[in-house]
């Protein structure tokens, strides 16, 4: 695989899961089974600007519906996030002076709050769209994009009923995915009508509503929470367990413990200490990424097996399709299948 001198982004805010992660507990999950899926406290968790590998969060969803069965747990999740998720990019959206700024302010810090997707604006003859792109090492499963975006109507409407207006900013919902047996079940969650297979997730706006005026400007306070988000992104420095996984990420075909060692200046016993401190090993990160990055290959049906094999980093097919036994439980031709057909149903 051919490196990038851009990376791709591989980390996302951990407090940003609490809301998801109250209602797991909400439904019976035991705190303790939470704290051994990440290898952290929820203590630790809720640290302020605390940034863990992205591989976690396809962790955690994956683990989210093994233990509820529902999979609309995103959407119930995503419930909970105004009431209980504050940040400094939140409080800026609260104070911009309208959607556009606020969106304008989302656009600008939202990559840093979540890895997985960038934010855009687009506006063209159909009306204004918040587009959702997906860009990170590890791609968003539906319950990590019905997260996000559920979470992000609540906060438009939220800052339409701060103001005293009861007007719907939000025309509409367009998902990429194919339409559920459902449909009407996100329909009723979004509180707005949705568009299966599209070309981008995005929320539909409402072009008048989107540059008016919603409260008294405060640019002072604006600039403070701009300063505030802009040091911390500047001073956020990655932890030992970050640097491994964007070794990883770069290139796992090619990646190696001894090299990642003798490119961070880090005597190998050492640096294994402290990654053991942090929950984690070097063959353990090597095998939660190649398990995430071979759902994403075989959910796609452009690459043989062979050559996901080798960019996984595997000697032999057979080596590949021994991984997929444990992680999924069927070979990776079988894998593939079921979730065509899967997709194809609904």
Same mark, same amino acid.
């Given at each position: 695989m051919t490196k990038s001198d851009q990376p791709l982004p591989n980390a996302f805010y951990a407090p940003t899961l609490l809301p998801a992660i109250e209602e797991l507990l909400a439904r019976g999950v035991a705190r303790e089974t939470l704290e051994e899926l990440? *290898? *952290?406290?929820l203590f630790e968790l809720r640290t &302020?600007?605390? @940034?863990? &590998? /992205?591989? /976690?969060? @396809? @962790?955690? +969803? %994956?683990? %989210? /519906?093994? =233990?509820?069965?529902?999979p609309l747990i995103g959407l119930a999740a995503g419930r909970r996030f105004v009431s209980t998720a504050t940040n400094g990019l939140t409080y800026l959206f609260d104070v911009a002076a309208s959607l556009e700024s606020a969106c304008a302010y989302f656009e600008r810090f939202f990559p840093f709050f979540n890895g997985h997707f960038q934010a855009r604006i687009v506006r063209d003859n159909q009306g204004v769209e918040l587009r959702l792109l997906d860009y990170g090492s590890l791609k968003a499963s539906a319950p990590i994009t019905d997260y996000i975006l559920i979470s992000l109507c609540s906060m438009l409407r939220r800052k339409f009923l701060a103001s005293g207006l009861e007007r719907d900013p939000i025309l509409g919902v367009s998902l990429s995915w194919a339409r559920t047996a459902d449909p009407e079940n996100h329909e009723q969650a979004f509180r707005a009508p949705v568009q299966w %297979? =599209? &070309?981008h997730h995005a929320i539909r706006l409402d072009p008048q509503l989107f540059v008016a005026a919603l409260t008294p400007g405060n640019h002072e306070l604006e600039q403070t929470l701009v300063e505030l988000l802009e040091q911390t992104r500047r001073n956020s420095e990655p932890t030992l367990l970050e640097q491994v996984s964007d070794h990883l990420i770069a290139d796992l075909a090619s990646a190696h413990w001894q090299q990642f060692c003798a490119n961070h200046h880090l005597l190998e016993r050492t640096a294994a200490r402290r990654l053991k401190a942090l929950g984690w090993s070097f063959s353990e990160l090597l095998d939660e990424y190649r398990r +995430? =990055? %071979?759902e994403d290959m075989l959910q796609g049906a452009e690459l043989e097996l062979v050559e996901i094999s080798d960019r996984l980093g595997y000697s032999d097919v057979q080596s590949f399709n021994r991984a997929c036994s444990r992680w999924f439980g069927c070979a990776p031709g079988v894998y593939r299948t079921r979730w065509g057909e899967a997709q194809n149903s609904g």
């Open positions: 990440f *290898r *952290r406290s &302020p600007f605390m @940034r863990i &590998p /992205l591989f /976690l969060s @396809r @962790r955690f +969803w %994956a683990f %989210a /519906l093994e =233990q509820t069965g529902d %297979a =599209q &070309p +995430w =990055q %071979a």
